[in-house]
């Protein structure tokens, strides 16, 4: 257990950092991760969320599923904050080698360089990689 | 140390379950806790007691249970990944009105607070995907 552990409740509170690399659709990890942070969020832990590669594109504004016969589950991400998920992390190189902006993506996140975002994993009790 | 393992990727297409064994029976042998295995994405397929793999060839799925059976390991499935996959023991196969039902012995369905709580419970949570 790490020194950053806080007790609350009679129970432990982690820092939980989910990692989302992927596109949305061409494999199912983007929603199935998502899935995870949506029933993590009742255990109370402290969340974060990053997104780096190509799971820049899961945050993507006006995603069109339509003749792809997918579930657009981008706007589940808006929700998050209802589940106090707050802390969302863009990694600022994937972010610019895909042309994108902050003003691209359906919630606003917080752009850390690679380095920062190495910093943020390694303050982490679990990592779980998507 | 007590370790909560999670695999991400199914038999033989992937190794992540092969990794995930050896590090799993290696930890055990070494005298550290297993607190539990989580098997979540195409990872649930490794509890299907219908897979044959050719007799010169490792099974997976009853090198788990053999495992599971000799420390006593609680080896979860999540249900909804699960459910996507086709993978129900006879209570999920009732529910869902199946014919049949593909449960290993000594695996058991459950949620994804399974999970998170491992995440919590365990020292290291070790995620071995693609």
């Not at chain 1, 994108?100 to 380095?115: G, I, M």
Request: glycine share 6%; with cysteine.
């Amino acid at each position: 257990m790490s020194d950053d552990e806080m007790m609350q409740e009679g129970g432990t509170i982690k820092k939980f950092c989910y990692v989302n690399r992927k596109a949305p659709y061409g494999t199912v990890y983007a929603l199935e991760s998502l899935e995870v942070v949506l029933i993590g969020a009742a255990f109370e832990q402290d969340v974060s969320l990053i997104f780096m590669d190509d799971g820049i594109y899961q945050l993507k504004k006006n995603q069109d599923t339509s003749d792809s016969d997918m579930k657009n589950f981008s706007p589940t991400y808006r929700a998050l904050e209802m589940y106090d998920v707050e802390k969302l992390y863009v990694e600022k190189e994937s972010m610019e080698a895909r042309g994108l902006t902050e003003d691209d993506l359906v919630v606003p996140v917080e752009v850390k360089t690679s380095k920062e975002i190495s910093e943020l994993m390694d303050e982490q009790d679990v990592v779980l990689s998507f | 140390m007590k370790f909560g393992i999670m695999i991400n990727e199914g038999p033989y297409t992937h190794q992540a379950s092969d990794t995930a064994y050896h590090f799993t029976k290696a930890a055990l042998e070494k005298g550290h806790e297993i607190f539990r295995v989580f098997f979540y994405h195409d990872g649930v397929n490794n509890s299907t007691r219908l897979t044959t793999p050719p007799q010169d060839d490792r099974h997976i799925v009853n090198r788990w249970s053999a495992l599971a059976e000799k420390y006593k390991l609680d080896m979860v499935v999540c249900v909804a990944a699960a459910q996507r996959r086709g993978i129900a023991d006879a209570d999920e196969a009732k529910r869902n009105g199946k014919d049949a039902d593909n449960l290993a012995p000594t695996f058991r369905i459950s949620g994804l607070g399974q999970l998170i709580e491992a995440g919590i419970q365990s020292d290291r949570l070790v995620v071995f995907g693609d």
